[in-house]
């Protein structure tokens, strides 16, 4: 159940950028010792803001700050701090047309963005404010409407109008598309991946059967899982095919690899579906790094929260998937072949499945709803450690603050 | 001049055959009816109207916007016909948003003039019909060879976003409604 949170709206107003005639389209924060904040615009240009962070040598994450000017509960000495300013420090021009989304990496010091001009850029700061540009990644077709890093590698992932899901990594010196994930009917509008700490896991996994237990296996093997909402109103979960798992005998069907770099490549197929609950184009959702629940929304105004939960009576499934049992009791080393998957088949997704446990309609009275995303609550009304809040943004211009009950 | 358009000669529906409302009923107020009943039931009066907003209404908002290219209007053209405008309620009890659907016929199939026919008659009907519609405007099927790329365009929000913030598109589509009242 999903319940609007009055009493603590955390909203943040950024400063607008001072090069803008428009309120940046998309945010995104990572914190070094100081906050670093990078804002894609309406003008083609993204922009670099920086501010220190009262006690920021404490590690205070960033996501923390009481921007309610201590109301929520926080620590009153902040708001004494005249140095709280974000401080503009650098513009980065390159893009032909208005940047939709952009990403710091978790794992190195790359920007990534998009824009409606068909193009991914990869940034590099080399030094405090000195960007440099690192590749511009021209495969889509269209607008690229979303970029989202990899939790662990360097691996960025682009949705576009061309209603393609795309992913990029470094082969050798040059970044180039590994991946191209196709199925969707409309233009992707998000892509995301699945936290890094708790890869495929389940709300409830404490007793699991040895089925199971190979499916949290392979899962961990293949690593975070990406997902995609579009405007054919549904949401995939795409999963990537582990490397030595596509070796193949010799000889045997492979397709001649002269001109691909094997190693590069990778295989995703798609996992499975969320339940869709969307009557419109879904425009947002957000993969909870803590709870593995996921939330979307979009142009119909819902807010929807759904769990990966293990089918029941999966555990007594008397066939295993890719497991053959000769008659004469021979064991068979039929090596788990994940029969070059078209689709989901494989396990990983029959064993389980996605539930939508949350639903709210008009959350933005009758507006489209354009941005959800999962927050540590850290005001007064908290119920317990970690809990997590909802954050919605629609066009009626509110911040909803969303708590959510089981 | 006129070889400069893709449709030098468009057909052209008499005024008096295109789609309007049958006047009314008399709506004199009722005499016998007390006034204090009147000034109870007008707020439930007023939210029932706000949902009669029905294909005419739509018709009638968006049949008087101008051709770019010719001096006609869009309902005169046939380019927007009444029996191609439809409205879906709210598909469930708790919602309020309804959606409408316009099939737009280009007057050729190669008008290049289709985008920003479908933008005019977009933006007429975001800025005149409350928030709690949706506006879908589509291109009638079979009638453009470049009716999937412009019904994804006049699909997309941000791209219709930023075509309002293209100046000579603003221009083209304010001469376009100037004809609407």
Same mark, same amino acid.
């Given at each position: 159940?999903?319940?609007?949170?009055?009493?603590?709206?955390?909203?943040?107003?950024?400063?607008?950028?001072?090069?803008?005639?428009?309120?940046?389209?998309?945010?995104?924060?990572?914190?070094?010792?100081?906050?670093?904040?990078?804002?894609?615009?309406?003008?083609?240009?993204?922009?670099?803001?920086?501010?220190?962070?009262?006690?920021?040598?404490?590690?205070?994450?960033?996501?923390?700050?009481?921007?309610?000017?201590?109301?929520?509960?926080?620590?009153?000495?902040?708001?004494?701090?005249?140095?709280?300013?974000?401080?503009?420090?650098?513009?980065?021009?390159?893009?032909?047309?208005?940047?939709?989304?952009?990403?710091?990496? +978790?794992?190195?010091? &790359? #920007?990534?963005?998009? $824009?409606? *001009?068909?193009? @991914?850029?990869? =940034?590099? !700061?080399?030094? /405090? %404010?000195?960007?440099?540009?690192?590749?511009?990644?021209?495969?889509?077709?269209?607008?690229?409407?979303?970029?989202?890093?990899? +939790?662990?590698?360097? &691996? #960025?992932?682009?949705? $576009?109008? *061309?209603?393609? @899901?795309?992913? =990029?990594? !470094?082969?050798? /010196? %040059?970044?180039?598309?590994?991946?191209?994930?196709?199925?969707?009917?409309?233009?992707?509008?998000?892509?995301?991946?699945?936290?890094?700490?708790?890869?495929?896991?389940?709300?409830? $996994?404490?007793?699991?059967?040895?089925?199971?237990?190979?499916?949290?296996?392979?899962?961990?093997?293949?690593?975070?899982?990406?997902?995609?909402?579009?405007?054919?109103?549904?949401?995939?979960?795409?999963?990537?095919?582990?490397?030595?798992?596509?070796?193949?005998?010799?000889?045997?069907?492979?397709?001649?690899?002269?001109?691909?770099?094997?190693?590069?490549?990778?295989?995703?197929?798609?996992?499975?579906?969320?339940?869709?609950?969307?009557?419109?184009?879904?425009?947002?959702?957000?993969?909870?790094?803590?709870?593995?629940?996921?939330?979307?929304?979009?142009?119909?105004?819902?807010?929807?929260?759904?769990?990966?939960?293990?089918?029941?009576?999966?555990?007594?499934?008397?066939?295993?998937?890719?497991?053959?049992?000769?008659?004469?009791?021979?064991?068979?080393?039929?090596?788990?072949?994940?029969?070059?998957?078209?689709?989901?088949?494989?396990?990983?997704?029959?064993?389980?499945?996605?539930?939508?446990?949350?639903?709210?309609?008009?959350?933005?009275?009758?507006?489209?709803?354009?941005?959800?995303?999962?927050?540590?609550?850290?005001?007064?009304?908290?119920?317990?450690?970690?809990?997590?809040?909802?954050?919605?943004?629609?066009?009626?211009?509110?911040?909803?603050?969303?708590?959510?009950?089981? | 001049?006129?070889?400069?358009?893709?449709?030098?000669?468009?057909?052209?529906?008499?005024?008096?055959?295109?789609?309007?409302?049958?006047?009314?009923?008399?709506?004199?107020?009722?005499?016998?009816?007390?006034?204090?009943?009147?000034?109870?039931?007008?707020?439930?009066?007023?939210?029932?109207?706000?949902?009669?907003?029905?294909?005419?209404?739509?018709?009638?908002?968006?049949?008087?916007?101008?051709?770019?290219?010719?001096?006609?209007?869009?309902?005169?053209?046939?380019?927007?016909?009444?029996?191609?405008?439809?409205?879906?309620?709210?598909?469930?009890?708790?919602?309020?948003?309804?959606?409408?659907?316009?099939?737009?016929?280009?007057?050729?199939?190669?008008?290049?003039?289709?985008?920003?026919?479908?933008?005019?008659?977009?933006?007429?009907?975001?800025?005149?019909?409350?928030?709690?519609?949706?506006?879908?405007?589509?291109?009638?099927?079979?009638?453009?060879?470049?009716?999937?790329?412009?019904?994804?365009?006049?699909?997309?929000?941000?791209?219709?976003?930023?075509?309002?913030?293209?100046?000579?598109?603003?221009?083209?589509?304010?001469?376009?409604?100037?004809?609407?009242?």
């Amino acid at each position: 159940m999903l319940r609007q949170d009055c009493s603590n709206l955390l909203s943040a107003e950024f400063p607008a950028a001072i090069h803008n005639y428009r309120r940046p389209q998309k945010i995104d924060k990572k914190f070094v010792g100081e906050s670093v904040l990078a804002t894609g615009s309406f003008d083609a240009s993204a922009g670099i803001w920086r501010r220190w962070e009262e006690g920021g040598g404490k590690g205070k994450p960033a996501a923390e700050i009481d921007f309610t000017g201590g109301l929520a509960g926080g620590d009153a000495e902040a708001e004494e701090e005249e140095d709280e300013e974000w401080r503009f420090a650098v513009i980065l021009d390159g893009h032909d047309s208005e940047i939709k989304s952009l990403a710091f990496s +978790p794992t190195s010091p &790359l #920007l990534g963005t998009c $824009s409606r *001009d068909k193009s @991914v850029w990869i =940034w590099e !700061e080399l030094e /405090d %404010d000195n960007f440099e540009t690192v590749a511009v990644l021209q495969d889509h077709e269209g607008d690229v409407k979303c970029v989202a890093w990899h +939790p662990g590698e360097e &691996l #960025l992932a682009s949705a $576009s109008y *061309d209603d393609n @899901v795309r992913l =990029w990594r !470094e082969d050798v /010196d %040059d970044w180039a598309c590994c991946a191209l994930l196709t199925g969707h009917k409309g233009t992707v509008w998000w892509v995301e991946f699945e936290g890094a700490d708790r890869i495929g896991m389940l709300g409830t $996994s404490d007793e699991v059967s040895e089925e199971q237990k190979a499916v949290l296996e392979l899962r961990e093997k293949a690593g975070p899982r990406l997902l995609s909402c579009s405007d054919d109103h549904t949401i995939r979960v795409w999963r990537r095919i582990p490397k030595e798992r596509r070796e193949m005998p010799t000889g045997q069907g492979s397709l001649p690899s002269i001109w691909k770099n094997n190693n590069f490549e990778e295989q995703w197929i798609e996992e499975a579906r969320l339940p869709q609950v969307h009557e419109r184009p879904v425009y947002a959702l957000n993969w909870s790094k803590k709870t593995g629940r996921v939330a979307s929304t979009g142009s119909d105004g819902k807010i929807v929260v759904y769990e990966e939960r293990w089918k029941s009576g999966a555990t007594d499934k008397k066939e295993p998937n890719g497991d053959v049992t000769m008659e004469d009791g021979t064991p068979t080393t039929v090596a788990v072949t994940e029969p070059i998957p078209t689709s989901a088949k494989d396990g990983s997704g029959t064993l389980t499945e996605w539930v939508a446990v949350a639903e709210v309609e008009n959350a933005h009275d009758v507006f489209e709803v354009n941005h959800v995303c999962w927050a540590t609550r850290a005001d007064k009304g908290k119920r317990f450690d970690d809990e997590e809040v909802l954050i919605s943004t629609g066009d009626d211009g509110e911040v909803k603050v969303w708590t959510f009950d089981t | 001049m006129d070889a400069d358009k893709d449709n030098a000669n468009p057909t052209i529906i008499n005024p008096s055959d295109l789609p309007s409302r049958p006047p009314a009923y008399p709506s004199l107020a009722d005499p016998f009816s007390s006034a204090e009943a009147s000034s109870a039931s007008s707020e439930s009066d007023d939210e029932e109207r706000r949902e009669e907003i029905d294909e005419q209404e739509v018709y009638d908002l968006i049949s008087t916007i101008s051709d770019p290219e010719h001096p006609l209007s869009l309902g005169s053209l046939g380019v927007a016909k009444l029996d191609d405008i439809s409205i879906q309620r709210p598909t469930s009890p708790r919602s309020r948003i309804s959606t409408v659907t316009v099939l737009l016929t280009p007057t050729t199939s190669a008008c290049s003039l289709t985008t920003v026919i479908g933008l005019g008659v977009k933006v007429r009907l975001l800025q005149a019909l409350p928030p709690r519609f949706r506006v879908d405007v589509r291109i009638k099927e079979g009638t453009s060879n470049t009716a999937d790329e412009v019904n994804k365009q006049l699909g997309d929000k941000e791209r219709v976003a930023a075509a309002m913030e293209n100046r000579n598109l603003i221009n083209v589509v304010n001469t376009m409604l100037a004809t609407c009242e």
